[in-house]
């Protein structure tokens, strides 16, 4: 929990779903909840929390929505990696997919009175059964192996951003809301070798093996909209590095446990 956001109320997603949530006395609400069936299955109606909440919400004409969306409803980035909001959305993946049409459905049901956040590579202590992001597979596998392992070019840059960060941010967004799609990250990319390096730095051993060098997924988010719009303050490349050595350290003082 951020301290700017310590008086907040917050709700799991079966508590905010139900009859009884309260939402009556809201003024803004902040969506953090997935069904993970919609990161790998065709969109269903019926599994989207975001919609879901929305309907329950489109006659409050004073209530705001923010959905945390993703940058993978662009679609693959194009020569510099760059994405930003003007870019056509052409998603290949399942969750791309079915986040661009959450995205498509809220915004008929609630028009200016929405935010949508669509975020970068979102990082931080994932040491966590069942996570499949980058950044849990790292961390597992250097926790189990004394290894991180890629299957693709070390040099392999994307956007990064620590969930600190971000929490912070919504603080910000929630005091000066705009309607709106809007990228949130880092607004540049790190190589995905470094950010191996980093960890293994932090944890005080391992070795990083690289079984392909395939140029793949490479991207960076252009977030010129969303400082002009909510006045954010971008991390700087070294707060990078220190957030992944922070992180190898702890997984480091997890297992003395």
């Known amino acids: 929990m951020h301290p700017a956001s310590a008086d907040w109320r917050y709700l799991g997603h079966g508590e905010a779903l139900a009859a009884e949530a309260g939402l009556d006395e809201v003024d803004m609400v902040i969506n953090c909840a997935l069904d993970p069936r919609l990161k790998k299955q065709s969109y269903e109606p019926g599994l989207d929390v975001d919609l879901r909440l929305a309907q329950r919400l489109a006659a409050r004409t004073e209530v705001r929505y923010v959905m945390l969306g993703t940058r993978m409803s662009y679609g693959p980035a194009g020569p510099g990696g760059r994405l930003v909001e003007t870019d056509a959305a052409r998603p290949l993946h399942p969750y791309g997919c079915a986040r661009l049409e959450t995205e498509r459905r809220l915004g008929e049901l609630?028009?200016?009175?929405?935010?949508?956040?669509?975020?970068?590579?979102?990082?931080?202590?994932?040491?966590?059964?069942?996570?499949?992001?980058?950044?849990?597979?790292?961390?597992?596998?250097?926790?189990?192996?004394?290894?991180?392992?890629?299957?693709?070019?070390?040099?392999?840059?994307?956007?990064?951003?620590?969930?600190?960060t971000l929490a912070g941010w919504l603080a910000r967004i929630a005091e000066r809301p705009a309607g709106g799609v809007y990228n949130l990250g880092a607004g540049f990319g790190t190589p995905t070798g470094r950010i191996a390096q980093w960890l293994i730095e932090g944890f005080g051993a391992g070795e990083l093996r690289v079984t392909d060098l395939r140029e793949y997924d490479a991207f960076w988010l252009d977030v010129g909209k969303a400082v002009a719009a909510f006045g954010i303050d971008l991390p700087e490349p070294e707060a990078v590095r220190?957030?992944?050595?922070?992180?190898?350290?702890?997984?480091?003082?997890?297992?003395?446990?």
């Not at 220190?242 to 480091?252: D, I, K, P, T, V």
């Open 110 to 164: 609630l028009g200016e009175r929405l935010t949508v956040l669509r975020l970068s590579n979102i990082f931080g202590y994932e040491d966590v059964p069942g996570r499949s992001s980058f950044f849990a597979i790292a961390l597992r596998s250097l926790r189990e192996h004394g290894r991180i392992v890629l299957d693709m070019s070390p040099f392999v840059e994307r956007d990064f951003l620590s969930v600190d």
């Open 242 to 257: 220190e957030q992944c050595r922070a992180l190898g350290r702890r997984l480091r003082q997890e297992l003395k446990r």
